[in-house]
């Protein structure tokens, strides 16, 4: 078991392996799929960061193995075989050629062991993101989008390149059952029960977010909706997620697989 104050050196997770990936079930084949269409989107729309940032998603089953991103691979070039799975040790389960990132395992090790309900957890830097979490009063309610986080985001202040397993409980009790977190001076990170449930949150994460630096940008009165009204256009996000499902994820994947369905492979 890893302890609190392990600290990683480097980017790269320790290379360790476990068990025989050979045969892949067809839950996790459709999980692998789902993941490496996002890890092509969050590309196509310009959100990845180099090599940096990760996605990741629960593979079904007991065992608490998550699929995450090869690090030294740009987000343009994931695909379905070439995710790495993991277990909550940060140790390679089956064959790969390569090694996760550190942080991310930092990061969403933690999540997917706190939360039942992460099925995918969704970490970035884009600009409007960082933007955001330099904001000392962060998301404002300012719109139909960010009304959707009323109540639902957490705030985790930065610690530094998160590389010490100490940061992931501090980081998993500020986003507690929150749908987002915003990591201050960092990036954004969102919380789905599925991939296209995750993508869609940060989907509206980043609108929110672009909208209100434009408008703070305008310098002039922003017009602030009182809590009450915050209060009941969430409700109404939340209700409707409860009976959409993935509404609008096959239409993210039509619109990749007219592109480049090569994510697939």
């Known amino acids: ?20 990936d050979s045969g892949l079930s067809a839950p996790e084949q459709a999980i692998r799929t789902d993941l490496a269409a996002a890890y092509r989107l969050c590309a196509l729309w310009g959100w990845d960061d180099l090599i940096y ?12 193995h998550f699929l995450v991103n090869p690090l030294g691979l740009g987000f343009e070039e994931i695909t379905a075989s070439n995710l790495v799975k993991i277990d909550l040790e940060g140790r390679v389960v089956g064959d790969s050629p390569y090694r996760p990132n550190a942080a991310g395992f930092v990061i969403h090790g933690g999540i997917h062991e706190a939360r039942a309900d992460a099925g995918c957890v969704m970490h970035l830097h884009t600009e409007a993101g960082m933007a955001l979490s330099v904001l000392e009063e962060g998301l404002l309610p300012l719109t139909q989008h960010a009304m959707r986080f009323f109540g639902r985001i957490g705030y985790h202040d930065y610690e530094g390149i998160a590389l010490t397993l100490g940061e992931r409980e501090r980081l998993v009790a500020d986003l507690g059952s929150h749908a987002a977190l915003v990591l201050r001076n960092h990036g954004t990170l969102t919380v789905g029960r599925s991939v296209g449930h995750a993508f869609v949150e940060m989907f509206y994460l980043e609108k929110a977010a672009r909208t209100q630096l434009q408008a703070m940008a305008s310098n002039r009165s922003l017009r602030v909706p009182d809590e009450a009204l915050a209060a009941l256009t ?10 959409s499902g993935d509404r609008e994820w096959p239409a993210m994947l039509r619109k990749l697989d007219r592109l480049d369905p090569s994510y697939k492979d």
């Open 1 to 20: 078991m890893l302890k609190s104050d392990t600290t990683f050196s480097s980017f790269e997770l320790p290379m360790e392996r476990i068990g025989d």
């Open 53 to 64: 940032t990760h996605l990741s998603a629960r593979v079904p089953g007991p065992e608490h």
């Open 234 to 243: 969430a409700a109404q996000w939340i209700n409707d997620l409860k009976s």
